[in-house]
Nanobody, 115 residues
Framework: QVQLGESGGGLVQPGGSLRLSCTAA????????MGWYRQAPGKQREFVAR???????NYADSVKGRFTISRDNAKNTVSLQMNSLKPEDTAVYYC?????????WGQGTQVTVSS
């Protein structure tokens, strides 16, 4: 069992930056693939970025070159550095932990990009 808690969301102007963090409570954090997803109003939840247990990263095309996912296994955290933010990045961002059939979600943190 893994409990996830996100932080770092907020209001930012277009072109600005935010850093989201997700802290995991539970055992074996380093064995989980960790990811970030987002859900904008009226839209389905979509994949943003993922980092495997071995450190391999994947990104949605819409955020490549602007977002960076990283993990600190010693602190049981995964972070998402978001640069050059656009209004279309506005959404609730969710942290995800996955390993085999196990899949856990955080409660989400709101990111609003607006002038």
């Amino acid at each position: 069992q893994v409990q996830l808690g996100e932080s770092g969301g907020g209001l930012v102007q277009p072109g600005g930056s935010l850093r989201l963090s997700c802290t995991a409570a539970g055992s074996s954090f380093s064995t989980y693939a960790m990811g970030w997803y987002r859900q904008a109003p009226g839209k389905q939840r979509e994949f943003v970025a993922r980092i495997s247990s071995g450190g391999t990263t994947n990104y949605a095309d819409s955020v490549k070159g602007r977002f960076t996912i990283s993990r600190d296994n010693a602190k049981n955290t995964v972070s998402l550095q978001m640069n050059s933010l656009k209004p279309e990045d506005t959404a609730v961002y969710y942290c995800n932990a996955g390993r085999f059939a196990a899949n856990y979600w955080g409660q989400g943190t709101q990111v609003t990009v607006s002038s």
